[in-house]
Every structure is written in C-alpha cells, then in structure tokens.
C-alpha cells in the first residue's frame, strides 16, 4: 500500500540531504540509524548481463520506532571501471517517490532490519568489468503526522564504497546468533537442511533447502513467501531461480504464498511456535564453471486477516542465507 502526500498532508518540509561515506565494509553512521553491507555477490546472465546483489542492514539508533524509505530512483553502484550498475529490484524497504511513500519499514528501538538490492549492467565482449565496486543508496525518514497520517523527514545519501563479491558478514554489534540463522525481528529463520543435487539427465542444479521458521514475538505471526523472490547466486557467479522465468512458481511447499492480487495467510505462527516450509532453486548447467557454495535469499510477507476477512500485507521482509551447499 503506498501513502499519498496529497491525501496525508498539505505541505511538506523538506530537510537538508546530507551525504554519509563510509570504509569498505564500515557502519555508516547517520543518526537516527545506522546502515551497512553485510552480503555482496556479483553474478552473470545472459546476453552480457553482470548482476550485483548487496543486503544492507539498518539499524535503529534511539529508543522510539523509526520508519525508513528509499528512493529507488537513486539507487545505483559503479565499478572499479566505471560501469553503472542500475537497480533491477529491491525487497524489505518501502520505496519513496515525488508523490507517494510506503511507510512499511518498521524499526523497533535499538532494532534492525534487512534491505536487499538487486543491480545490473549490460557489457559488450570488448567491455572491461570492475571487480570493486561503490554502492550509492537515499534513504529518507519516514515521520508519524497524526493517527495513520505520515510525512517524510530527513534525507540521507549512504555512499559505500570498496565493496568486493563474497563480502559475507553478520551485522556488527549483533548478538551471536547460531549458524544459518536470519533474525528478522518477530521472528527467526534457520535452515535445519540444504543439499545440492543433478538432476535432468545432469542439466539441471537444484539446492533443496528446509527453513524453520520461530515467532519470536508475543503475538501471532502469518508469514507467507513473496512468489517469484528465490534465487541464489555461487562464488562463479552463476544465479540460480525458482524456476524458468515466466512460468509459475512451484518451488516453495509448506507455506502459503502472496504475489498480485493473492494472498495465503494459512501459515500462522503463535508466540514461540516453529514451523518449517521447503525451498529451492535451480540453474541449467551450462560448460561454465559450477560453484560449491550457494548465496541463497528469499521474501516473506508478513500478513493480517482484517474482521471483513480481507487480507493486507503488513510488511516483508528479505532474508539471506550464506554458505549453502551448491554443486561443485
């Protein structure tokens, strides 16, 4: 659901756009919320494509629920050659525009959340392709005006620079968390399975993962998978889907799936319940070389039944999991 500023608000301020830089790897700092890369992958399509895939982690600074958006618009990344990565797609973060925001992107105090951004670039044979690379992002503050009214707030320009495919890391200042884990605040996702097989008389790569799902929060929970949102990419910058483009998604069971005008809330977590759900992703092999370990990341919307019985989608969240079995 966008927000427009017509309907909320008649006027707007408009603060100063301040730009933030930080060292490869480095937190960037802008009160009230801190940001950083914590995963960066590059990959390879076909017909010249290059895709970059970066998880930024924001954290809340203060005691009190930030709201954060971003300008698609001016979401970019340039290599160590100067070609211009331009986004594809972005999950987790609402996106805000010249008359419309999505005031989803829900922080909890001294709480964080993940924000994924899919890059790509389109090179020739004669093209010379980076290998660091300097990840641009505008974020701006979502602020409460009024029961269900908002306005936007401070804009910030994230410059992140020195970035290098495989960066992996969890977010600094986070408590330890056990392996394969995603805390995506109400809740917690660990793959308790992940094996790669050959498939399709040896055509066909698929990591087959189980993912257990834990509510964390002292409310029930509906989660449902975002369709058409799993993929992967390995160290040889294969990528791998849910399937072949254009057809439908059939590589989730054991959870309800959202996407257009659907949505499944059969999935329900009550507080400190666990459930699992399967996923996979595959990639037709080619006489490219195969990758040992899969990138893995995937979009989950969190839902509500209203008393109409309609459902709305409250929030998504996108996870990503390092360090998972590919076929080598």
Same mark, same amino acid.
């Given at each position: 659901?966008?927000? *427009?500023?017509?309907?909320?608000?008649?006027?707007?301020?408009? !603060?100063?756009? !301040?730009?933030?830089?930080?060292?490869?790897?480095?937190?960037?700092?802008?009160? &009230? /919320?801190? +940001?950083?890369?914590?995963?960066?992958?590059?990959?390879?399509?076909? @017909?010249?494509? =290059?895709?970059?895939? +970066?998880?930024? =982690?924001?954290?809340?600074?203060?005691?009190?629920?930030?709201?954060?958006?971003?300008?698609?618009? =001016?979401?970019?990344?340039?290599?160590?050659?100067?070609?211009? /990565?331009? !986004?594809?797609?972005?999950?987790?973060?609402?996106?805000?525009?010249?008359?419309?925001?999505?005031?989803?992107?829900?922080?909890?105090?001294?709480?964080?959340?993940?924000?994924?951004?899919?890059?790509?670039?389109?090179?020739?044979?004669?093209?010379?392709?980076?290998?660091? %690379?300097?990840?641009?992002?505008?974020?701006?503050?979502?602020?409460? *005006?009024?029961?269900?009214?908002?306005?936007?707030?401070?804009?910030?320009?994230?410059?992140? &620079?020195?970035?290098?495919?495989?960066? %992996?890391?969890?977010?600094?200042?986070?408590?330890?968390?056990?392996?394969?884990?995603?805390?995506?605040?109400?809740?917690?996702?660990?793959?308790?399975?992940?094996?790669?097989?050959?498939?399709? @008389?040896?055509?066909?790569?698929?990591?087959?993962?189980?993912?257990? %799902?834990?509510?964390? *929060?002292?409310? &029930?929970?509906?989660?449902? /998978?975002?369709?058409?949102?799993?993929?992967?990419?390995?160290?040889?910058?294969?990528? /791998?889907?849910?399937?072949?483009?254009?057809?439908?998604?059939?590589?989730?069971?054991?959870?309800?799936?959202?996407?257009?005008?659907?949505?499944?809330?059969?999935?329900?977590?009550?507080?400190?319940?666990?459930?699992?759900?399967?996923?996979?992703? +595959?990639?037709? !092999?080619?006489?490219?070389?195969?990758?040992?370990?899969?990138?893995?990341?995937? +979009?989950?919307?969190?839902?509500?039944?209203? &008393?109409?019985?309609?459902?709305?989608?409250?929030?998504?969240?996108?996870?990503?999991?390092?360090?998972?079995?590919?076929?080598?």
């Amino acid at each position: 659901m966008q927000i *427009s500023f017509k309907n909320l608000f008649s006027a707007c301020i408009f !603060l100063a756009v !301040l730009t933030i830089t930080a060292s490869a790897g480095a937190v960037v700092q802008t009160h &009230p /919320y801190e +940001a950083e890369v914590t995963s960066f992958q590059t990959s390879l399509g076909a @017909n010249g494509w =290059h895709y970059l895939t +970066a998880t930024v =982690h924001f954290r809340n600074m203060t005691d009190h629920e930030l709201i954060l958006g971003c300008d698609m618009g =001016h979401v970019s990344a340039t290599d160590d050659q100067g070609n211009k /990565y331009g !986004l594809l797609l972005s999950r987790g973060i609402g996106a805000v525009t010249a008359t419309t925001f999505d005031p989803k992107f829900k922080l909890k105090p001294n709480g964080g959340g993940d924000a994924l951004f899919d890059m790509r670039w389109r090179g020739d044979r004669s093209s010379v392709v980076g290998t660091t %690379f300097d990840l641009n992002l505008t974020t701006q503050l979502i602020e409460p *005006s009024g029961a269900d009214r908002y306005k936007l707030g401070s804009t910030r320009i994230l410059d992140m &620079p020195g970035l290098k495919s495989g960066m %992996f890391a969890p977010p600094q200042g986070a408590p330890p968390i056990s392996d394969r884990t995603v805390d995506a605040g109400p809740f917690t996702a660990k793959i308790t399975r992940a094996k790669a097989t050959i498939s399709g @008389n040896r055509r066909w790569t698929t990591t087959e993962m189980t993912i257990q %799902f834990t509510n964390t *929060s002292d409310k &029930p929970l509906i989660l449902a /998978y975002e369709g058409e949102s799993s993929f992967g990419t390995d160290e040889q910058g294969n990528r /791998y889907g849910y399937g072949t483009a254009g057809t439908h998604d059939t590589s989730v069971s054991g959870i309800g799936m959202v996407g257009g005008a659907s949505a499944d809330p059969s999935f329900v977590l009550q507080p400190g319940e666990s459930r699992e759900a399967n996923f996979s992703v +595959a990639r037709r !092999l080619t006489r490219d070389p195969n990758g040992t370990q899969l990138a893995y990341y995937v +979009a989950l919307g969190q839902l509500e039944v209203l &008393p109409s019985r309609q459902v709305r989608q409250l929030r998504q969240f996108s996870l990503t999991f390092p360090g998972l079995p590919a076929t080598g």
